[in-house]
């Protein structure tokens, strides 16, 4: 059973900083494109960051110079630091695992509520 659990989410200040964690299990985590997503209420899920696991990184325009997405392979974990965070980054985050072959695969965590807020 693949499962993927966050961790780190919290109630920040704006301009603060916050890490989260989300660990794998039950999959080769390197057959995974690791991706990070968020929503916020009343709005459509968007891509925050993606990595391959040759390290390959990509963002959305919205956190592009503020987030940093990484992983560790040997711990099966994806990691997402959030810098210079606005109330517009309130969003329930959410790990996702894409795993291309041998068939197109994707799985996701529960999510962790990130709350920017004074």
């Known amino acids: 059973q693949v499962q993927l659990v966050e961790s780190g989410g919290g109630l920040v200040q704006p301009g603060g900083s916050l890490g989260l964690s989300c660990v794998v299990s039950g999959i080769n985590f390197n057959d995974c494109v690791m991706n990070w997503h968020r929503q916020a209420p009343g709005e459509q899920r968007e891509m925050v960051a993606t990595?391959?696991?040759?390290?390959?990184?990509n963002y959305g325009d919205t956190v592009k110079g503020r987030f940093t997405i990484s992983r560790d392979n040997a711990k099966n974990t994806v990691y997402l630091q959030m810098n210079s965070l606005k109330p517009e980054d309130t969003a329930v985050y959410y790990c996702?695992?894409?795993?291309?072959?041998?068939?197109?695969?994707?799985?996701w965590g529960k999510g962790t509520l990130v709350t920017v807020s004074s």
């Open positions: 996702n695992c894409l795993r291309l072959l041998p068939t197109l695969m994707g799985y």
């Open positions: 990595m391959s696991s040759n390290g390959r990184s």
